[in-house]
């Protein structure tokens, strides 16, 4: 018999404002009781909810369930900022593309069929624009150096033959209504997605045919006679094959122990302020979507519904090695993100944050995923690298592939990844990389 103990659990730091304006639309139980499946997955995020929805494709008669820790669309997936992005985002380089012409479009054909494999889905469900969004996106400089990083992300995009888009200064200003950026580089391929509302949606479209159990988090998963049991709270579920999408914590489950960084990025977002009179010449169009030049700088969006307006942004991160952070560092970083953003606009200094919180990232050295079967019968789709709502949703897809003896190109691309690379004991990775981090967000300057 195989046991392993779950000793530490998801925590929500701080209330994120894309979870505080969505809406539910299905109600969702606890797990009480035993119960057997076919298939468990476990977690209800990008990979989790993907997984499940390609094994629906391929194994439409077998019983499968979903269990999650948090609330369904609480945890991180429901944290990011809500760009599904086709070309390359590498954040543990200086440059988001730093490979060469193959590798970039080895990347964004992945990338590429995780966003169809989202629009089928969004199709399906029925999710709005406002949830999901094919308006593609903006890398944004406020300084030099970013507009360097611009023209050689451009450059790095003719090589692999795709569509951008150069804006000076007045472009942008008439985009944002902000006189901050010097310049940017339109992108017309990425999805723009309110990320609360998307998991919301398309968990509420799986509950027709997958049962899912939240509040619910896996304490013990073992495993006997080649049967896997995930022990819960108030039940448990027995089945043959479990898939894990739960990110940075498939370590907590016993796997890939240092061999993954654990980051925060944190992110606040505004109280709702009048578009027509915060409009063009305060905050600009009413809906806009910008990543930075420099991957340590800010990620802005402004979105618009009913005659309503918000800003979220989100900069600053940090390596951490615990999962709960304090009320301290959270307003800390808040009163960051208000220099940010008054910034940029000095028409909302009077408009304050609703909400600021920070969620959990993980990344590994050599920019791979913890994929593949970790034991008999159970699958890692884990370690999103920095862009989970891409990743993570091709993690999910192809796990329910191998784990269903299924073949495509992208899983066997990902099957001849190596493992992810071992990283320094602590504390002199915990010092290290926060150098690192701290060094180049003073870099990054204005971007920031």
């Excluded at 990979?47 to 391929?58: H, I, K, T, W």
């Excluded at 600009?284 to 307006?309: E, F, N, Q």
Aim: hydrophobic residues 40%; aromatic residues 8%; contains cysteine.
């Amino acid at each position: 018999m195989i046991t392993t103990s779950v000793k530490r659990l998801p925590v929500e730091n701080g209330i994120s404002g894309w979870e505080a304006i969505s809406q539910r639309s299905f109600p969702v139980g606890s797990l009480e009781g035993n119960v057997t499946a076919d298939w468990l997955i476990v977690g209800a995020g990008f990979a989790g909810l993907s997984a499940a929805r390609r094994l629906l494709q391929l194994r439409p008669n077998d019983k499968i369930l979903i269990v999650e820790a948090s609330e369904v669309g609480k945890g991180t997936s429901g944290r990011n900022s809500g760009f599904m992005i086709d070309v390359p985002h590498n954040l543990s380089s200086g440059e988001y593309s730093s490979g060469s012409a193959d590798a970039t479009r080895l990347e964004m054909a992945q990338n590429r069929s995780a966003i169809a494999f989202a629009r089928e889905a969004a199709e399906e469900y029925r999710m709005s624009r406002e949830t999901f969004d094919p308006a593609g996106k903006i890398n944004a400089a406020a300084t030099g150096r970013g507009m360097k990083l611009n023209i050689s992300f451009g450059q790095s995009l003719k090589g692999a033959g795709e569509a951008h888009t150069f804006l000076d200064a007045a472009e942008m200003r008439e985009i944002t209504g902000s006189d901050y950026y010097l310049g940017g580089v339109y992108t017309p391929g990425a999805v723009l997605i309110q990320p609360a509302d998307y998991i919301r949606d398309f968990a509420a479209g799986l509950s027709r045919r997958v049962e899912i159990f939240e509040r619910s988090p896996v304490t013990a998963l073992k495993r006997d006679n080649g049967t896997w049991t995930a022990v819960c709270p108030r039940g448990s579920v027995s089945a043959p094959k479990v898939i894990l999408g739960v990110n940075g914590h498939i370590d907590d489950f016993g796997h890939y122990r240092g061999r993954l960084m654990h980051f925060y990025g944190y992110a606040s977002m505004t109280a709702p302020f009048s578009a027509e009179e915060f409009g063009r010449k305060v905050s600009g169009r009413d809906r806009w979507a910008l990543l930075p030049a420099d991957a340590m700088g800010a990620t802005v969006r402004k979105i618009t519904s009913g005659g309503l307006s918000r800003i979220a942004l989100r900069t600053r991160w940090t390596y951490d090695t615990t999962i709960a952070l304090t009320e301290r560092r959270l307003r800390a970083m808040a009163e960051e993100h208000r220099h940010s953003l008054d910034a940029r606009f000095p028409g909302l200094k009077g408009i304050p944050f609703d909400h600021s919180w920070a969620g959990r990232i993980c990344l590994s050295l050599n920019h791979v995923p913890a994929f593949g079967e970790v034991e008999e019968g159970l699958y890692s789709a884990c370690c999103e690298n920095g862009l989970g709502t891409v990743k993570s949703t091709l993690a999910g897809m192809l796990a329910a592939e191998l784990a269903t003896g299924n073949t495509s190109q992208h899983l066997e691309e990902f099957k001849t990844q190596p493992q992810p690379s071992r990283i320094p004991p602590e504390p002199f990775a915990w010092l290290g990389i926060n150098a690192v981090i701290r060094l180049q967000e003073l870099r990054a300057g204005r971007e920031g």
